[in-house]
């Protein structure tokens, strides 16, 4: 019986000693939200080239995807906007990766692992209804030969993913908790 008691103790001690998540509320509702403006939007903007629908862990859809230039040659930098409308508030800094896969062609994938905003405006700041946008910076290779590049980008801690609801059919999601955002076309040199 003493041995169970001892068990008893030591459990209940582990138990009381793992730190839990404290609320962030008040560090959200505080933060300085003014150098990020032209990233904190009240509604999407019209004509997004990709739009979207996914549901990320009930907390965050996105919107959709822009790019600029809309058509890239192998060599040239590309800016990918995400635009992504909070549903309800974030206890975690989540960041966003980016696989850019090749489509119709054979290239290495491009990753763009980032936390939002430039790494300024994580996903534990963010207040419900805003439209966040997410600038990732991308160099496509000078040998890229692959004509489009399909974005693929999901939320992740570690080695935990975000999940997706997969109950809306018209979102192009893999099973794995990313989701297809949209292209970049490549104009190939010929």
Avoid at 61 to 90: C, H, N, T
Wanted: contains cysteine; proline residues 6%; positive net charge.
């Amino acid at each position: 019986m003493r041995c169970r008691a001892i068990v008893v103790v030591a459990v209940v001690f582990a138990a009381a000693c793992i730190p839990k998540p404290q609320p962030i509320d008040d560090e959200r509702k505080a933060y300085d939200r003014s150098g990020f403006r032209e990233y904190i939007l009240s509604a999407p903007p019209s004509g997004i080239a990709y739009p979207n629908k996914a549901v990320f862990g009930k907390k965050i859809e996105l919107v959709g995807m822009d790019v600029e230039p809309r058509q890239v040659e192998p060599g040239d930098r590309a800016s990918v906007s995400f635009y992504f409308k909070v549903l309800d508030y974030i206890d975690e800094d989540w960041q966003i990766f980016v696989h850019m896969d090749s489509w119709g062609g054979f290239s290495e994938r491009i990753h763009g692992d980032h936390y939002p905003v430039f790494g300024k405006y994580r996903t534990g700041y963010w207040q419900r209804g805003e439209i966040v946008k997410d600038v990732l910076r991308v160099k496509v290779p000078g040998d890229y030969n692959a004509q489009k590049i399909a974005v693929w980008m999901g939320l992740y801690i570690g080695d935990n993913r975000m999940p997706v609801d997969t109950s809306n059919k018209e979102v192009q999601q893999d099973g794995q908790n990313r989701v297809n955002a949209g292209l970049i076309p490549i104009i190939l040199k010929k």
